[in-house]
Structures are given as structure tokens and as C-alpha cells.
């Protein structure tokens, strides 16, 4: 009952008021669920005084790719991320053992197909409303039954839009198989296609190419066989169904639908699109680019990789250095284009194989069950259902990467079909029995009981990781401007406390960082203000410190220490310069092609007149990315500073005889001459710059500045209303459209940050 009752619900469950990780929450469920079931299962164990021992080979592969991922998280280097992450991401440790103890507990199923048939029946309710619900937030909007938890269109109970999506494919090859081999009622009918519908239009909205192409090819194989079972393919003496208009009917539609979205697909999304008013767009690396990561992870460890859950940190250090050329060169992906790909990355070729291996196993498990071994039609019907909706599940994985619920799902029904495999191989397994043999009792008592210790260590520490988790996301989402530093600080504190993990240091330390920030900006400090500078750096700097400590990985931490550093004057002391180009180094060596540290360490070294290395860590940055505008803007910055203007114009307008689409430069082009009072020039400059990146918000920022030095009021307000479209939730830029239509517009001195 509590297994059915987990995975019955676990499409629809969600904890109200709960706004951690709609994965984690999901996946903590499913915890407690299994906790209690092995729980209740080993003492039954005790009870009966017998068990019968059962392992198919491919459930064998899976856990020894398990042990292996386990050895690459141990020996990764960063042990926490590499087993738990942030929030028991899919690509975790921790997470494949969870999958892999759903699978080996879901064997407890093969001698009840009662208990299937009721885990079908609660899973169709719960599936029934998730896809009404979904469908009703696509016609009426967002704020439809959000529960507070669903904020945007794309938002679902099952994770990301393309997650609804494989969903909604699972959904469809279920109702097919169960039209094909079963027969309904005209009730029951009427609702497989009400299902069908729900189904088939969330995968139109979404239009996720590859499901259409899986559903259709396994919709097609579908027709094909109902169309041949009763003649050629027909086994004498078999019963079968005789196939009716309405699975006929039922599987010819959705072929028909793929064929007409894998074909025009861009054109019916476009469409869909504009109707619905939903546009969605997941971003991740491409399987070149993602191969091109194995490669260097190769390089260093190609036989387990660089360490569970870690593709982030080799994106980071192996990405292609042409991708800065893009919108997403600062984007670091935890995943490569898809989860069999990834798993190559961060397990190593060893890792790889073995899955792949499981993968065919499975294959083969699929095969002996349904033709091969004698089985009754109930069986069959459950066999054909487990092992084709895992063989979609798992195919979906070699182009994609799903979220935490749809491997929840696939691990079930994966270890549904070992159950059926060992329900038709009753010969094969084990069997332990204390009473005919009373010397296997010590030894089964020992090994309930390691089961029972090691399963509540783990539901102990999971619990804690969630609780730290949830109290995080509190801490965030109630965040604001005005916010008590003392209670962020206390809140933080408190996940730190249930959990350590990085993340959580690491804020505690920003918020130091941004006060001390306040403090430097004060023209006459006191000293009390003195006062609170030096605890505050003493407090981040050993924050700092402990982040590295927990995560030594991360680039993010080093760059931090560096910004306390970098509040303290080099020329009073040789270990502050020493310590702070030491962090650089270390900051720099863990993500070697992201410019944006180097527009940092320019800054801090500004910060005491340093411009000469200042000016070495821009060209850095510029060299790594040339339209990059937080480099060009503080290096004309620097330009200004030193009195070189004229000479920065010159090299620039140089540059642009070289690269003349680069709207980057315009912009720096800009910038300079409005420093020497050459107006009209510099607009011509921003408006060159924004003819060639229409979304440059930077450009037409300085341009509408540039509009009110020369009175053109509304051609200002043209262009701030244009960059207020392009951000939304700024406030500062709807605090300067309010004060330049009420002219009380003044123009800000320029200074290192970009606006």
C-alpha cells in the first residue's frame, strides 16, 4: 500500500509551502516512501524466516555502474556535490543509488498483479488530473492554479516543459498498448481518449522534436503489428483480441500527429506559439560540444571521469573558447545534450560502458520475457506495458536529460519489469530458508539489521540536506533590498548548520562583502564604521576560506576570497599581493576562458590606482572575449582616468576598420567621445552599435543619456522605455523614466561599475 500510494501520487505530489527544488521535494518523497517499505519488508523478513533472492542481470549492471559512480564521486575531489549536489540532482550519486533501490525494491511486486493493477489505477487518477490541470493553465494562464509553486505557463508538476512533454509521450504509449490489448467499456473508452487528447495537446504546445519522433516511431511499430497480428503474425492456438476500429483509429491518430510535427514541426511551433502566447526554450550544449568536454576530461582521468555531478566544473575548464562568442558563454551547464552523454563525462569510460551495457541487458531481459518465456496474457499485458514505457524512457536519455520525476518514473517501471521477468523465470534466484537451515539466521538477522541502519543513515542525512535546502530557499525568496542583514545572515547560518554545503557559506559571505562595499563609498567614516570594516573582513575572509573548504572546485569561491583582498591597500603589505594574485591564479586555472574575472581583478587593482595590471587583466579579458562590455567599458574608463582619451579614440576607431560588426566597440567608441564633449559623434557611435545588436541595453542606455545632453527629451524616453521591455524588473530603470518626464533628471558621474 505505501509503495502504491508513493508512486501513485508522486506525478500530482508537491508540499504546500514548500518552495525548495520541486525535484528534491519529489524525490524526498519517494525517500520516505522506500524508507518505510524496506523497513516493513526486512522485518517481514524476520517474520516468515525465509526470502527468496533475485537479481537480473541487467538490475546486477545497473548497480555496478552504481559503485562505479560511487568511486568517481569518492575520488572527484568534491565529495558533497559529487553525492548529494545541491539538491539530489539526477546527475548525483546519491540519486542513482535512490534509482537503483527502486528497481530492487519494486521486485517485492512480482508475485502480485493485484498490486500492479492498483498501482495503474491510482498512477491513471493521478496522471488523469495532472494532464486536466496542465491543459486548464495553458488555456487560462499562469495564475490558474499555480498552489503558489507553478509561477510561470512552462511550469509543471513534473519539472520542466519538455519534462510535461515526455511525460505526455509516456501517457500516450501506455493508452495505445492498454487499447490494444485490452477491451473497454464505451465509459472507459471515452476516457482513454479524453487522456489521449490531454496528452497529444501538451505535446503540440511544447513540440519537444525528439518525443514526437520516439512516439511516432513506437505508434508506427504499434499499427504495423495490430494490422498483421491476426493474419501472418497470428500464433495457432493463441487467444487473442480481435483488433478493433477504435485501437485502429486511437493509434493511426497519433502517427499521424508525429508524422505532421516531425515534419513541420518549426512551422506549427511557431504557431502554436503565437495562439497560445508560450514560447519556451531550454538551452544546453550540443553533442559535439559535449564530446568535446569528454575529451578533456579524458585527457586527465579517462577511466572514471571527472566525478558524479561534476560536468559543470569541466564545461567550465574544457569548453570550446568560441562559445564566448555567443549569448551563453557565461552559462555553465550541469549537463551535456543528454544524460547518456553526461554520464560519459562525469563517470569516465568505464562508467559509460557499463551503462550502455545495462542498457542492452535490459534489452535482452525484455526479449526472454516476452517471447521467449511462457507467460500468461495478465502478465503479458503488464510486460508489454513496463518494458516498452522503460525502453522509451531510457531511449529519451540518450537525447535528453530528464529531471528528477521522469527517472522516478523510469526506475519504477524499470523495476516493475525485472519484477514480470522474474515472476515468468521462477527457477532462477536464490532461495534462504532459517527454519530448514537454522545457521543462515545469524546471518540473515546481521544483514536485515546493516539494511535497516544504513537506510535510516540515509533518510537521516537526505532529511537534513532537504531541510537546509528548504530553509535556503525561504531565506531567498523572502530577500529584499531592505532586508535585516542580521536575519539573512541567521537564516543562512541555520541551512550551513543542517547541511554544509558551499553555497550557503559562500552567501553569508556576499552579504559581508556588499556592507563592506557601503562602508568603502562612505567620504567620512567613523570609527565605528572603521570598526565594523574590520570585523566584517575578518568575518567574510574566514567564510570565504571555509566555502574553498567545502568546495575547492568552484572558481566562484576563489574569485570571493579575492574581492576581500582586494578591499585592503597591496602597498601596505607584500602577503596581501602575494595572497591575492595566488587566489587569481587558482580562480583563473579552474575557469580559464571566462572573461568576466578578469574585468574583477581589474577593478580591485583600480580600486588603489593599480591601472597598469589593471589594464593587463582588460586586454586578458578582451582577448578571451572581444565584445565583451564590461571589459571595453572599463577599459575606456581607464582611458579617461589617465588622461589617454583621445588616444583610446584613435586605437578604436582602428580596431573598428578591423571589426567593423562589432557592436561592442561602437559602444567604447561612444563612450570615449562623449568624455571629450563630442556629442553628436558619440550618439552616432550608440546608434551604429545598437543597428548591430538591437537588444544592446548598455548602448541605448548611454545613447539616451547622450539624447538629454543635446535636449532630445523624447528620443531619450524612446529608448529607456525600449530597455525597460528588455528588463522588466529594473527598477532603476523606471525610477530614471519617472525623473526624466518630471525633469528632475541628473546625470550620474561616470565610475568602474556598467550600468
Not at 560519459?344 to 526472454?368: A, E, Q, W
Not at 568624455?675 to 546608434?687: L, P, R, T, W, Y
Request: net charge negative; charged share 15%; hydrophobic share 50%.
Amino acid at each position: 500500500f505505501i509503495f502504491i500510494f508513493t508512486f501513485g501520487l508522486l506525478p500530482i505530489f508537491f508540499i504546500p509551502g514548500v518552495y525548495a527544488s520541486l525535484g528534491f521535494t519529489k524525490s524526498y518523497f519517494v525517500i520516505i516512501g522506500v524508507f518505510a517499505v524496506i523497513i516493513l519488508f526486512s522485518l517481514s523478513i524476520l517474520r516468515q524466516g525465509a526470502m527468496k533472492f533475485t537479481l537480473p542481470l541487467a538490475l546486477i549492471l545497473f548497480w555496478f555502474f552504481t559503485i562505479i559512480m560511487l568511486a568517481s564521486a569518492l575520488l572527484s575531489g568534491d565529495r558533497t556535490d559529487a553525492l548529494f549536489g545541491n539538491a539530489l540532482e539526477v546527475h548525483t550519486a546519491g540519486f542513482f543509488v535512490l534509482m537503483g533501490v527502486i528497481m530492487t525494491v519494486s521486485l517485492v511486486f512480482g508475485g502480485s498483479k493485484t498490486a500492479i493493477a492498483r498501482l495503474l489505477i491510482v498512477s491513471g487518477l493521478s496522471t488523469f488530473v495532472l494532464l486536466l490541470i496542465q491543459n486548464l493553465r495553458l488555456f487560462f494562464g499562469p495564475d490558474f492554479l499555480s498552489f503558489g509553486l507553478l509561477t510561470t505557463n512552462t511550469s509543471s508538476f513534473v519539472g520542466s516543459f519538455n519534462d510535461l512533454a515526455i511525460f505526455s509521450g509516456l501517457v500516450i504509449i501506455i493508452t495505445l498498448l492498454l487499447a490494444q490489448n485490452l477491451i473497454f467499456s464505451l465509459f472507459t473508452r471515452i476516457g482513454m481518449v479524453v487522456i489521449l487528447v490531454l496528452s497529444l495537446s501538451i505535446l503540440a504546445i511544447v513540440n519537444f522534436t525528439a518525443i514526437w519522433l520516439i512516439v511516432g516511431l513506437f505508434s508506427l511499430l504499434m499499427l504495423l503489428y495490430v494490422l498483421s497480428r491476426d493474419t501472418w503474425l497470428k500464433v495457432s492456438d493463441a487467444e487473442q483480441n480481435p483488433v478493433s476500429k477504435f485501437t485502429l483509429v486511437m493509434i493511426a491518430l497519433v502517427v499521424l500527429f508525429s508524422s505532421v510535427f516531425v515534419i513541420a514541426g518549426n512551422y506549427l511551433g511557431s504557431a502554436l506559439s503565437n495562439f497560445s502566447h508560450i514560447s519556451y526554450l531550454e538551452v544546453r550544449p550540443s553533442v559535439g560540444a559535449t564530446f568535446d568536454i569528454a575529451k578533456g576530461v579524458f585527457t586527465e582521468n579517462a577511466f572514471l571521469g571527472i566525478g558524479a555531478n561534476r560536468f559543470e566544473d569541466a564545461w567550465r575548464q574544457y569548453k570550446d573558447p568560441i562559445i564566448n562568442q555567443t549569448d551563453f558563454w557565461n552559462t555553465d551547464f550541469t549537463a551535456g545534450s543528454s544524460l547518456v552523454t553526461t554520464l560519459f563525462v562525469t563517470t569516465g569510460m568505464v562508467g559509460g560502458i557499463i551503462f550502455i551495457l545495462f542498457l542492452m541487458s535490459f534489452i535482452y531481459v525484455g526479449y526472454r520475457t516476452l517471447f521467449v518465456n511462457k507467460i500468461d496474457n495478465n502478465w503479458y499485458l503488464v510486460g508489454i506495458i513496463t518494458f516498452t514505457s522503460a525502453i522509451y524512457l531510457w531511449l529519451v536519455t540518450i537525447v535528453y536529460v530528464p529531471g528528477a520525476t521522469i527517472m522516478l518514473i523510469t526506475a519504477l517501471i524499470t523495476g516493475l519489469a525485472f519484477a514480470v521477468y522474474c515472476y515468468t523465470n521462477p527457477d532462477i534466484g536464490t532461495k534462504i530458508n532459517i527454519i530448514e537451515n537454522r545457521h543462515y539466521g545469524v546471518l540473515l538477522i546481521i544483514v536485515v539489521l546493516a539494511i535497516i541502519i544504513a537506510s535510516t543513515y540515509a533518510v537521516f542525512t537526505i532529511s537534513k540536506q532537504f531541510l537546509a535546502q528548504k530553509n535556503y530557499t525561504n531565506v531567498i525568496r523572502d530577500f529584499k533590498p531592505d532586508s535585516n542583514i542580521i536575519d539573512i545572515d541567521n537564516g543562512l547560518q541555520k541551512s550551513q548548520q543542517l547541511f554544509a554545503q558551499d553555497i550557503f557559506v559562500a552567501e553569508r559571505a556576499r552579504l559581508r562583502l556588499t556592507e563592506l562595499n557601503k562602508l568603502v563609498t562612505l567620504p567620512e567614516p567613523t570609527q565605528l564604521d572603521q570598526q565594523n570594516f574590520q570585523a566584517l573582513l575578518v568575518e567574510g575572509i574566514s567564510l570565504s576560506e571555509q566555502a574553498i573548504a567545502l568546495d575547492s572546485s568552484n572558481p566562484f569561491n576563489y574569485a570571493l576570497l579575492t574581492s576581500f583582498y582586494g578591499l585592503l591597500n597591496p602597498t601596505q603589505a607584500t602577503e596581501i599581493q602575494t595572497r591575492k594574485d595566488d587566489l587569481i591564479k587558482q580562480t583563473i586555472a579552474l575557469d580559464p576562458t571566462n572573461p568576466s574575472y578578469q574585468v574583477l581583478f581589474a577593478q580591485l587593482s583600480a580600486r588603489f590606482g593599480d591601472f597598469e595590471k589593471a589594464r593587463v587583466y582588460l586586454n586578458e579579458s578582451i582577448s578571451l572575449k572581444n565584445n565583451y562590455t564590461d571589459a571595453l567599458f572599463l577599459l575606456s574608463q581607464l582611458d579617461i582616468e589617465e588622461g589617454k582619451t583621445e588616444n583610446a579614440i584613435k586605437v578604436t576607431q582602428d580596431i573598428l576598420s578591423i571589426e567593423p560588426y562589432n557592436p561592442t566597440r561602437y559602444f567604447q567608441l561612444g563612450l570615449l567621445l562623449a568624455k571629450v564633449d563630442k556629442i553628436s559623434d558619440a550618439i552616432k557611435a550608440f546608434e551604429q552599435a545598437i543597428i548591430l545588436d538591437n537588444n544592446y541595453a548598455n548602448a541605448r542606455y548611454f545613447l539616451a543619456l547622450a539624447y538629454l545632453d543635446t535636449d532630445r527629451k523624447n528620443d531619450a524616453i524612446v529608448q529607456l522605455k525600449i530597455i525597460e521591455t528588455l528588463n522588466p524588473d529594473n527598477q532603476m530603470i523606471k525610477q530614471l523614466i519617472a525623473e526624466v518626464e518630471a525633469d528632475k533628471f541628473v546625470k550620474p558621474d561616470a565610475g568602474f561599475d556598467v550600468p
